[in-house]
């Protein structure tokens, strides 16, 4: 039984790393194709090619190691938290991951209604190379390097403040999924994509 249980687990952890190869060729192949093609103007026979670049990088954004584990969780626990039958559980599980999608999708359609209405002129100046976006990775990287120290406790403060701001929210949010599980799970997927963008 023991060597079953280790064999198990070694196919796990090859799925595991299979899927963070995927991941990152994914993403590489997008990052690759944002370098080799124009922003704007494209040919049609370029912008097809761009379109799969970018519907793979996403895609590869969306299975992210630091966040699908977080998502799988979620709808798992939803899905196996109750004592209801196998095929109960299933359809629980499908109209909570159907809600997700619905609202990654809403949140989708807006940024393209919203790009289709002007707002990509906000942002067409911000690059990996521009002043702005040097100035973003500079920030944001200082940023996670503090939340690291602390995180190792090399530097010593208290986050009283934002739980105190957050605790209402967070409270709320417990509500919400608790009294319209469907409609969380909705706003879930609109975040979960949001997030994504950042």
Not at 63 to 80: D, I, K, Q
Request: charged share 15%; glycine share 12%; hydrophobic share 50%.
């Amino acid at each position: 039984m023991p060597e079953e249980d280790q064999r198990l687990q070694g196919n796990q952890d090859l799925g595991y790393i299979l899927l963070a190869g995927i991941v990152a060729l994914l993403s590489l192949a997008g990052y690759a194709g944002y370098v080799a093609y124009p922003r704007f103007d494209l040919p049609a026979a370029s912008g097809i090619g761009l379109l799969v670049l970018a519907a793979g990088a996403g895609l590869a954004s969306f299975f992210s190691p630091c966040s699908f584990p977080l998502l799988v969780t979620l709808l798992a626990r939803e899905g196996t938290g109750t004592s209801a039958a196998a095929h109960t559980r299933l359809r629980r599980t499908a109209g909570f991951a159907t809600a997700l999608a619905i609202g990654a999708t809403v949140f989708i359609t807006l940024t393209g209604i919203g790009i289709a209405l002007g707002a990509s002129t906000l942002f067409e100046s911000v690059t990996f190379t521009s002043a702005t976006g040097r100035v973003i990775r500079l920030v944001m990287g200082m940023l996670l390097i503090l939340l690291g120290l602390i995180q190792l406790d090399r530097i010593r403060t208290s986050f009283d403040a934002a739980h105190t701001l957050s605790a209402p929210l967070m409270r709320r949010q417990a509500r919400l999924r608790r009294e319209r599980p469907t409609l969380g799970f909705g706003l879930f997927g609109f975040v979960y994509i949001l997030a994504g963008f950042g």
